[in-house]
């Protein structure tokens, strides 16, 4: 009923940027917050970043300052702008999202598959 598509992993040295992107679709009627997990190889899946519907941020302490959440609710839209990058980023990144869809009166939490971001030292 629910789709998140993430996108913008890649390959990139330390010090580099990324952008992800998810989009969300299908039959949504209102999205609650978004937000970026990862995991490590051997790690925990831990937040990353979290933006509310009304635009209210929240940080894991190991990204603040170099990484960016925002959103375009008009396109279902979350993003990730992660600056200065470091090899202790290494993970798959994944987007989540507190949707109600139009036959509920309630959010759901859905997934998305992930998208691996590699920094190289």
């Known amino acids: 009923q629910v789709q998140l598509v993430e996108s913008g992993g890649g390959l990139v040295q330390a010090g580099g940027s990324l952008r992800l992107s998810c989009a969300a679709s299908?039959?949504?009627?209102?999205?609650?917050?978004m937000g970026w997990y990862r995991q490590a190889p051997g790690k925990q899946r831990e937040l990353v970043a979290a933006?509310?519907?009304?635009?209210?941020?929240n940080y894991a302490d190991s990204v603040k300052g170099r990484f960016t959440i925002s959103r375009d609710n008009a396109k279902n839209t979350v993003y990730l702008q992660m600056n200065s990058l470091k090899p202790e980023d290494t993970a798959v990144y994944y987007c989540?999202?507190?949707?109600?869809?139009?036959?509920?009166?309630?959010?759901?939490?859905?997934w998305g598959k992930g998208t691996l971001v590699t920094v190289s030292s």
């Open positions: 989540n999202a507190g949707v109600v869809v139009t036959t509920t009166p309630f959010a759901m939490d859905y």
């Open positions: 933006i509310t519907s009304g635009g209210s941020t």
């Open positions: 299908g039959s949504i009627f209102s999205i609650n917050a």
